[in-house]
């Protein structure tokens, strides 16, 4: 760590000098303006008029790639913040590598095809950090991989195909949310200029809202996963009574309310709702061994597709306490009744 020394210039005004590295990287001189950031723990950022200007670019290298690695590649600079994405190559692209590009478009929020020549394609993305904020992005995410949860479940219970796919469609809005959140979380955590315009205080929270992040869209999964279930099924439905699936609804129903309260406890940093979200998840973690030790008398492949319903929803539990445990992290990190921090 570089130490300065503090001067007086006059009877109220305190100065020290920038390091000559930092500002020939960003071309700072004499008579420029910097951004100053006052944040939590008295930090103090310092930042070039650059930073809160330019707009990214990057410029993808088509050739030693194949359609997959490209595609990838796409995702990762969106992530990564940058504003327009250029693919080009040698000579004209192949139409595995043009396939790739518009597949890229389709997964990813505000993300659109702006110049194509048979050697090269920009791609820019509209989406302004300002738009959103991540505790709303956070809420969507939930949202979504609840009402997937729901309707595959909906659909196990009735033997729906078209329920089952409609949750199934719904994977990918959840996948272009996720993503989203994570290109605001790169954003804000390059330039904390904008860890107010996604709605944080500063830049210490992010790193729990990426693991947030990825645990809801581990959710979603999950529910994807019932839903194939109903689809790959001879009868599209579990061979169990009515009072096991009515216990596996229960079981559900539960299971929402854990998800929807731990992401509560993420935006409104409530202790007290981490310890509601514990009591629950305790009251509903023997819930999947007890329905299957009640199970009459099935074929094994039917226990395991019971088994497999159940863990699923088991394992939506288990991310929502992960959030919650986040969520406790980030309140005791703040003043309450419960913490005073000197």
Known sequence: METRKVQ????????????????????????DEVSLRMGGKGTLTVLPESASTEE?????????????????????????????????SDGPLGSDHINAVYRAETQLMGLGVIE????????RCSVDPEDFTLDNLMQRLENTGSTMRGEAVKALAHGNTDL??????RERQANKIFVLMLRLIFTAYQNPNLTRAVGLDSGFPLIGYRSVAKNLELTADNAEDIAEIVIDTENHTLDIDQSTMRRIREFTDQVDELT???????????????????????????????ILNDLPELDNDEVLRVRE?????????????????????LALNEESEHVEIR
């Open 260 to 290: 929807a309260m731990a992401v509560r406890s993420v935006a409104e940093r409530d202790y007290d709702l981490t310890v509601e979200c514990r009591a629950l998840f305790h009251e509903i973690s023997d819930r999947e061994s007890d």
């Open 164 to 169: 089952a796919q409609r949750a199934l469609n």
């Open 56 to 88: 990214s670019e990057a410029t993808i290298f088509a050739d030693n790639l194949d359609s997959g690695a490209l595609e990838r590649a796409i995702v990762a600079q969106y992530v990564l913040g940058r504003r327009v994405i250029h693919v080009e």
């Open 8 to 31: 007086r210039l006059g009877p109220s005004t305190l100065a020290m000098t920038l390091p000559a590295e930092w500002a020939s990287e960003h071309d700072v001189e004499k008579g």
């Open 116 to 123: 194509e020549t048979p050697e090269s394609i920009a791609i």
């Open 309 to 329: 319903v159940l863990v699923s929803l088991q394992h939506t539990a288990e991310y929502a306490m992960r959030n919650a445990e986040i969520a406790a992290n």
